[in-house]
């Protein structure tokens, strides 16, 4: 039996059953143990906000002098900077947090696009759409040419990245990940000016996976490997990750110490905001970048905050006691700058407009645009659905309008991977990110990514402003 697209589907329940039993190797967590225990302690975080919460001004300043050091912060130092409230002082993180995020990558923006290749899952994540007893989801996983399909579409916007994301199963199992990602890297397409392009670098928002595995997805040249914890407080995750291998806290906890022992030495941590108390999570990603620093010597190379959107059959986007309105927000995007200064902060197209313009002016650096998140939905130039995709996105601009917009507040769109593609990763990019070098280092192969995106794919007025951008760097 095959579905629409063609896939196999037929496959008893049984034997998903036993496939997603098969998933967690116990071997590979116990190694990774700081005795018995996780890296992430949850009296002591508790403790430590408690302890930190009425900062004391010439402390908070201190703080911010080492975050321009572009030292990571301690659990201690964040939760003060996470308790501020006075809205001067919280104006001068602000202000602290832009001077960081300057330094280490001066006013570059760096764009991809999603690519979702397959929405079936065996997992049962309460705010998510692709979980696997969500009749109203349709289901899809794509074939290989339609992934080339997708591609051709994301490059006719002028995309040079990509990432691809996945549900739990056995129709997207490492095979199936590595064909796509071979797929993906094969398209080449001419721009509207008739030269080569391509997409250049694929990372990948996946489930957790064996070392093995890992090492394949390695060998057929993945970017950066994304695994987001959701929530680092056990019991909130075990009341949101009811059944599937996904509910097995510990086995997410260490998929990117995973990642580095297979080589994959670009990891991509996150946290879904709006289940748990942001500060508490803020205190796990910190603790997740320690240990990370610890037993590999590099931290997270981007770190993630999307923020619950409504999903298909789910209603904790309205009801959970945690959600996190555009205040704190930003406040805790400037948290997480200081906190761990290195990182790339990633926010997506979930977001509505205006705050994601302000997230990116106030220390985001990644982000996409032109984000169609439904399976297939490139090549359909399908309308959002709700039956059809993981979650509803709030800014669906185009790249172009995207672009323009931050063209305007004078920053620059970079379309440039030669960095991976010359190895300039793992402990290499991070001694340039923690010695303030990558930002001046790249701006030049930046200026002329960004030439080349106006002249192949940029409306008038966005080569407009643009061009007056490129200006005033060469000058
Ligand atoms: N199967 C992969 C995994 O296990 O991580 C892919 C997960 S999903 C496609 C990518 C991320 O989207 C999730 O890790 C979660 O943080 C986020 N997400 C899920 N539901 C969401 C919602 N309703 N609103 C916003 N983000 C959501």
């Not at 065996?122 to 109203?136: I, L, Q, T």
């Not at 240990?291 to 590099?298: A, V």
Request: with cysteine.
């Amino acid at each position: 039996m095959t579905d629409s697209t063609g896939v196999e589907l037929n496959m008893p329940l049984t034997e998903i059953h036993q496939w997603s039993k098969s998933r967690i190797r116990k071997n590979e967590i116990t190694k990774y143990l700081n005795g018995e225990r996780d890296f992430v302690d949850e009296c002591a975080i508790e403790q430590i906000l408690e302890r930190n919460r009425n900062p004391d001004i010439c402390h908070v300043r201190d703080i911010l002098e080492k975050s321009l050091t572009i030292e990571r912060l301690t659990p201690e130092e964040t939760a003060v900077l996470a308790n501020v409230t006075d809205p001067d002082l919280l104006n001068e993180m602000a202000d602290t947090g832009l001077k960081v995020k300057r330094k280490v990558y001066d006013q570059r923006i760096v764009f991809f696009a999603p690519l979702y290749c397959s929405n079936r899952c065996v997992n049962g994540c309460a705010y998510y759409g692709f979980r696997s007893d969500n009749a109203a989801e349709k289901r899809r996983t794509l074939e290989m040419m339609e992934i080339c399909e997708e591609t051709r579409k994301v490059l006719s916007e002028g995309h040079k990245r990509m990432i691809m994301v996945f549900g739990e199963h056995p129709v997207s199992d490492v095979d199936y990940i590595c064909s796509s990602l071979k797929t993906i890297y094969s398209v080449k397409e001419k721009t509207p000016r008739g030269n080569s392009t391509s997409i250049r670098r694929i990372n990948i928002n996946a489930a957790p996976i064996t070392v093995d595995a890992l090492r394949q997805l390695h060998s057929e040249g993945i970017g950066t490997f994304q695994v987001f914890q959701e929530t680092y407080h056990k019991e909130t995750y075990r009341q949101m990750h009811p059944f599937g291998p996904k509910a097995n806290y510990r086995w997410r906890l260490y998929a990117l110490h995973h990642a580095m022992e297979a080589g994959v030495d670009d990891m991509g941590a996150g946290a879904l905001l709006g289940l748990n108390d942001w500060k508490y999570e803020v205190l796990g990603l910190v603790a997740h970048a320690m240990d990370l620093e610890k037993k590999f010597n590099i931290g997270p190379h981007t770190v993630s905050v999307p923020r619950l959107t409504s999903a298909s059959g789910s209603s904790i986007h309205v009801n959970s006691r945690y959600l996190v309105n555009d205040e704190l927000f930003k406040r805790m995007i400037t948290v997480i700058r200081l906190a761990i200064p290195y990182t790339g902060l990633i926010v997506t197209a979930r977001e509505m407009p205006q705050i994601r313009m302000q997230s990116i002016t106030s220390g985001c650096t990644q982000t996409d645009a032109s984000s169609k998140i439904g399976v297939g939905a490139y090549a359909q130039q399908s309308e959002q659905r709700i039956d059809h995709q993981q979650f509803m996105l709030g800014d669906t601009r185009s790249l172009d309008e995207v672009v323009r917009e931050l063209a305007e507040m004078g920053m620059i769109t970079s379309f440039c991977a030669a960095g991976y593609r010359c190895g300039r990763t793992g402990d290499k990019i991070m001694r340039l990110l923690h010695s303030g070098t990558e930002g001046k280092f790249c701006k030049l192969n930046a200026v002329l990514t960004f030439r080349e995106y106006l002249d192949d794919y940029a409306s008038a007025q966005t080569k407009s402003v643009g061009e007056k951008v490129i200006e005033k760097e060469l000058a």
